[in-house]
């Protein structure tokens, strides 16, 4: 089993910058993708961004430029650094991890953060 632990959601106003940080446990495989992924009411969950063991990075378009995120492999923790938040990047964050095992592409999800971007 995996637990992920988030934490770092909040309330910010517009153009504000928060950090969202996931800390992975358990039964990790060295070699895995870890990100963060958003979901909105009345919206699908979609992929924010995404950071593999090897480096590969990913982005949604929309967060080109303003997020970041990094990821300390010793700890298995990822970090999100959101900056120049807009109104349209409140949602709940769920961090996210996946990696095969025994031929099966596992996946695991953090129980979520709120961020709310509001004057």
């Known amino acids: 089993q995996v637990q992920l632990v988030e934490s770092g959601g909040g309330l910010v106003q517009p153009g504000g910058s928060l950090r969202l940080s996931c800390a992975a446990s358990?039964?990790?495989?060295?070699?895995?993708?870890m990100g963060w992924y958003r979901q909105a009411p009345g919206n699908q969950r979609e992929l924010v961004a995404t950071h593999s063991t090897l480096g590969n990075t990913n982005y949604l378009n929309s967060v080109k430029g303003r997020f970041t995120i990094s990821r300390d492999n010793a700890k298995n923790t990822v970090y999100l650094q959101m900056n120049s938040l807009e109104p349209e990047d409140t949602a709940v964050y769920y961090c996210?991890?996946?990696?095969?095992?025994?031929?099966?592409?596992?996946?695991?999800w953090g129980q979520g953060t709120q961020v709310t971007v509001s004057s």
């Open positions: 358990g039964s990790v495989p060295s070699i895995n993708s």
């Open positions: 996210n991890t996946e990696f095969m095992r025994a031929g099966t592409r596992v996946v695991y």
